[in-house]
């Protein structure tokens, strides 16, 4: 599989934003997309056309929902694949080499339950992957970064900044000392757990120091950060309403296994976040 977009495809109304957010992002980075559509079963051949009674000939969904990204996105190389397997597995062995794996959020009612295919396939997934859920609306011009600074941030920050530069955002990072941070940054909690004065400066000299070397790589990205107080994945969810999008860290198998684990900040903005979320890879 060549680098690139991938994108799942399910031929449901909702998919073709989904196949449009996954276009848009395979044209800024100016890289070929690969439409995917998994099938449960081999399809079927089609009827034999009556020789006195000719029919037009049908056009693949898949096909005609390429035929007009192409006409939307005039330059963008456009692959179309059809294979025989669980949605899950297929995306993950399809996305291995990709930049980014796309996905919509619907599972059953629409809705992306805890069981769902959505769910189950960025857990597999090697490569940066873009949920697509939340109301269309128009560009709100910000991208936020949850970022726990004792984790490898640089993975997650890349992403970031590329996708704030791409799209002419401002990028807002924030982080939740106390919460994500290890102890030997933020110190006791205190009685009322919020930290004390000289954690919360530690904290935001922490943050500021992991910060430090992407303003000068990305100078056209305007840049903040800020520390969270309270519930992180409260305040996330409800920054979901102003930006257009929510980029956070999930964590590859200890043991080496392919896949992440999708913690439960990630969960809930996969279950309740109004943009699109990414969920970059980290050690």
Known sequence: MESGVVVGYDQRPAGERVLAEAAAEADRREVPLTVIHALHHA????????????????????DQ??????????????????????TPAILAEQSLDADLLVVGHHGRDGFLRPGSVARHTVARATCPALVV???EHRIRGTVIAAVDVGDNAAELLDFAYTEAASRGARLKVVSAPGTLWPRVYTGDAGPLG????????RAEEALEQVLQPWPDQYPEVVTDHELIEGSPTAFLTGATTYADLIVIGTHRHADGRPGVRVGPVAQ????????????????
């Not at 919020?194 to 400066?201: G, K």
């Not at 809930?268 to 050690?283: I, S």
């Open 133 to 135: 859920r939340g109301s």
């Open 268 to 283: 809930t903005l996969l279950l309740h976040a109004d943009c699109p979320v990414a969920l970059v890879p980290h050690d």
């Open 194 to 201: 919020r930290p004390p004065t000289q954690a919360a400066e």
């Open 43 to 62: 399809p079927a051949a089609p009827p034999e056309a009556s020789a006195t009674q000719p029919g037009p000939v049908r056009q693949d969904p898949v």
């Open 65 to 86: 929902a390429a035929d007009q990204l192409r006409a939307d996105h005039p330059g963008l190389t456009i692959l179309t694949r059809e294979l025989d397997g669980p």
